[in-house]
């Protein structure tokens, strides 16, 4: 069955330091999708980035990147200089089509928090 | 371009009251998505719709929950005689493109949900 790992519940990131925020995934499928959301205190959820099984490079998005490991079956999210504004929920997400179907599956979450 | 729209924002029910949620997909979206979040979670699928079918309810109770997706109109989630279990963030997503073996998906883009509290 598919699945989304995070195992990190919290993070802690010095302003304009890197953070990595870990995710595993569990699939048999061989096209696949992977996003990362980032959810505020305010709660609504914001896409960041999308990683295709097929993309033969890491997608990047500004300050975001995906860090993807295939036969890792990992997708680890990058952020560069962090920004007191980081500070948020972060789930990794990944596509499930079945048939006919398409549903995201989430993670538990990792809670970013950046220290100024 | 108006982005995925929920109302209400904030919605306050009684044990055994019915609560209605509603969400206007984005523009030339087609595909309707329900999410549920419930407290310190990550969100669960719920129910996928397009106009006027449901494609998959896998992830509703069920009982007491129900969704449609009229040819007119937004997307109705509605859930009778609530319980105190029911309270979470109930959050729609669409999208203009459903999955066929062999190509990518396409983003779901959310609303900004729906936080419903059962008293």
């Known amino acids: 069955a598919q699945k989304i790992t995070q195992t990190q519940p919290g993070m802690f990131v010095q302003e304009k330091e890197a953070v990595t925020l870990d995710c595993t995934y569990d699939?048999?499928?061989?096209?696949?999708?992977l996003f990362w959301y980032k959810q505020p205190s305010s709660g609504e959820m914001i896409f960041l980035i999308y990683q295709g099984s097929y993309d033969e490079q890491n997608a990047t998005e500004g300050r975001y990147s995906l860090n993807f490991q295939k036969a890792r079956k990992s997708a680890n999210l990058v952020i560069s200089a962090s920004q007191l504004g980081d500070s948020a929920m972060y789930f990794c997400a990944m596509i499930l089509t079945q048939g006919g179907s398409e549903k995201l599956v989430f993670g538990k979450g990792t809670k970013l928090t950046v220290n100024p | 371009n108006a982005g995925v729209m929920q109302n209400p924002r904030h919605l306050v029910r009684r044990r055994g009251q019915e609560a209605r949620l509603r969400c206007s997909p984005m523009k030339g979206h087609s595909h309707v998505y329900w999410y549920r979040q419930l407290p310190e979670e990550g969100l669960k699928f719920m129910v996928y719709l397009q106009k006027e079918n449901i494609i998959d309810e896998s992830g509703m109770p069920k009982e007491r929950f129900s969704a449609e997706f009229p040819k007119e109109g937004p997307s109705i989630l509605r859930i009778q005689q609530v319980v105190r279990g029911d309270s979470a963030a109930y959050f729609c997503?669409?999208?203009?493109?459903?999955?066929?073996?062999?190509?990518?998906?396409?983003?779901?883009?959310f609303g900004p949900g729906t936080r419903l509290t059962v008293t």
């Open positions: 997503a669409s999208s203009d493109f459903s999955g066929t073996s062999g190509r990518e998906p396409y983003e779901q883009y």
């Open positions: 699939t048999s499928d061989q096209s696949y999708g």
